[in-house]
Nanobody
Framework: QVQLVESGGGLVQAGGSLRLSCVAS????????MGWFRQAPGKEREFVTG????????NYVGSVKGRFTISRDNAKNTVYLQMNSLKPEDMAVYYC????????????????????WGQGTQVTVSS
C-alpha cells in the first residue's frame, strides 16, 4: 500500500503562483508514476500532469503547458506541482495519484490507471 498526502493549496489571485506537494509513504518502491489530477465542482476529475518515477519524463494537459511544472524528489518520496500564472479556470480540488510500476514506458493520463490517491487540496483562484 502507498499513502499520499497533499499540501500547499490555498487562495491566490489570478496571475499568482502556488506550489503543491505530495508526500508518498508506505511501499514507495512500487511506484512507477505519479500524477496530479483536478476536479472542479460539477466536472469530471481530469488529468493535469504526471511524471515517471524512474526517468522523470513528464506529460501535461494542454491547458497548463508553460504554466505548471511537475517535479519529483526521489529521496524524499515527494512530487511537486509548481503552478504559475494561475487562472480562475484552474480553481479545483487537486489530487495526487500514484500508479504501481508495471514497466510502462509512458505517463498514464487516465485516472483509472492510477492505484492510489491522496485526499485532495483546494486551490482557489480569485479574479
Amino acid at each position: 500500500q502507498v499513502q499520499l498526502v497533499e499540501s500547499g493549496g490555498g487562495l491566490v489571485q489570478a496571475g499568482g503562483s502556488l506550489r503543491l506537494s505530495c508526500v508518498a509513504s508506505g511501499r514507495t518502491v512500487s511506484i512507477g508514476a505519479m500524477g496530479w489530477f483536478r476536479q472542479a465542482p460539477g466536472k469530471e476529475r481530469e488529468f493535469v500532469t504526471g511524471i515517471r518515477w524512474s526517468t522523470g519524463s513528464t506529460n501535461y494537459v494542454g491547458s497548463v503547458k508553460g504554466r505548471f511544472t511537475i517535479s519529483r524528489d526521489n529521496a524524499k518520496n515527494t512530487v511537486y506541482l509548481q503552478m504559475n500564472s494561475l487562472k480562475p479556470e484552474d480553481m479545483a480540488v487537486y489530487y495526487c495519484a500514484a500508479k504501481k510500476d508495471d514497466g510502462m514506458g509512458y505517463v498514464p493520463i487516465n485516472r483509472v490507471q492510477y492505484d492510489y490517491w491522496g485526499q485532495g487540496t483546494q486551490v482557489t483562484v480569485s479574479s
